[in-house]
């Protein structure tokens, strides 16, 4: 049996959004966090000194498309989406939850590294988006199942389920990055997204909504969406803000897609200014939605792989605390991942998925985008990455 690890010294960021804890020692055991306090290490641990550094659980996004790889030919998109994967884990990002992805290459990625044939975070996966009739669905061929009137839509949920989905990601409203789609009005009847919802539950998986305008959103609350993803007009329903505090329903703020939408050339500029006005409404958003006590999770939704922290440090400019943002990317981001149980803080018997960084993020949030002061990355207690360079 593998000898105890023992982390000394470090300042921990449990990711519970509690109170950070001074030279605390983890022990860690057989890929899980053993024990998390007591000051003197096992007699026969190996024990790194962590001090002047700062561990914290893995970081979690939320909100990815992995299988979306910009210019890489279609022949070569194995060997791209290896290489996001090994970008991830470089970025401290050991959870992804991808909401959309071109057939089944996402699938096959987790059984591949299942398999140990590649390097990558924990995967969850929500397969094809589930819509209806919709631009969308041409401009993004291959990502979207289609699906019209109750018995489609409990299909659709069905095949997700069967290709191995983790969670149901649905369309409740059009898209910002789409020329033929409005965010208003909604895409799905009430109906529709009741029986997707309902469906979904029934067969133990959680749903997160794509709710940009003030509609679907309202919608998607009231049938029962797990996670309302982008939300950015929710200030203007401050009853869905409160019933989603109420219910627990988690908002993916997505703050870096609007700002890569509204910084990019690979857009129109009519496109690059409705990503800058609904970036400014998606802040009032995260501003209104912390005051009624919603919760908040980290989700970039835009490249690059690996600088997804990036939204952690936008996040906190939209009003959020350090401990809060930090939170967000830990603890908030794994419940609405549904990986709660396994990862997300620092708490005996959770996977050792954990960071350790070079400083104190409370006080430098930039810390952790850049890729050399994350001095040590864990997947169930072993060493994966050391300051920006995979260890294998
Ligand atoms: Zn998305």
Not at 202 to 220: F, N, T, W
Not at 283 to 288: Q, Y
Request: with cysteine; aromatic share 2%; hydrophobic share 45%.
């Amino acid at each position: 049996m593998a000898k105890d690890l023992a982390l000394t010294g470090a300042l921990v960021v449990d990711g519970t959004g509690g109170h950070p804890r001074e030279n605390a020692t983890i022990v860690l055991r057989d890929g899980r966090i053993a024990s998390v306090g007591g000051l003197v290490p096992p007699a026969d641990a190996e024990v790194i000194d962590l001090e002047g550094k700062t561990l914290l659980p893995g970081l979690i996004d939320a909100h990815v498309h992995l299988s979306s790889l910009g210019g890489i030919p279609q022949e070569l998109r194995t060997y791209g989406l290896a290489n996001a994967m090994r970008d991830l884990l470089k970025g401290g990002i050991t959870t992804v939850r991808d909401l959309g992805a071109y057939g089944d290459s996402l699938q096959r990625l987790r059984d591949a590294a299942r398999h140990g044939l590649c390097e990558a975070p924990r995967l969850v996966l929500c397969g094809q988006v589930i819509s209806a009739t919709c631009a969308g669905a041409r401009a993004f061929p291959g990502m979207y199942r289609e699906a019209n009137g109750v018995t489609d839509i409990r299909s659709a949920v069905r095949e997700q389920v069967a290709a191995g989905a983790d969670v149901i990601k649905v369309m409740s409203t059009g898209a910002l990055t789409v020329a033929g789609e409005d965010i208003n009005p909604a895409q799905l009847t009430r109906e529709e997204l009741v029986a997707l919802v309902e469906e979904a539950h029934r067969l133990g998986l959680p749903v997160a909504s794509h709710a940009e305008g003030a509609d679907g959103i309202q919608l998607s609350v009231e049938a029962g969406a797990d996670t309302i993803e982008h939300g950015e007009q929710g200030h203007l329903v401050p009853e869905a803000l409160a019933a989603m505090a109420e219910h627990g329903t988690i908002l993916v703020p997505t703050l870096s897609v609007f700002d890569h939408v509204a910084e990019s050339d690979a857009y129109p500029a009519w496109m690059r200014d409705r990503g800058r006005r609904l970036g400014e409404s998606a802040r009032l958003t995260v501003e209104a939605a912390r005051k009624q006590g919603v919760a908040i999770a980290m989700g970039a939704d835009a490249p690059p792989q690996g600088g997804n922290a990036q939204e952690l440090v936008r996040l906190a400019d939209a009003g959020l605390t350090p401990l809060e943002a930090l939170a967000a990317a830990t603890g908030v981001a794994a419940r609405a991942c549904r990986v709660d149980r396994q990862v997300g803080t620092v708490e005996p018997g959770k996977v050792a998925d954990l960071i350790v960084v070079d400083g104190n993020p409370l006080t430098d949030l930039t810390i952790l985008t850049d890729p050399r002061r994350l001095w040590l990355v864990l997947q169930g207690a072993t060493v994966t990455a050391r300051c920006g360079a995979l260890v294998s």
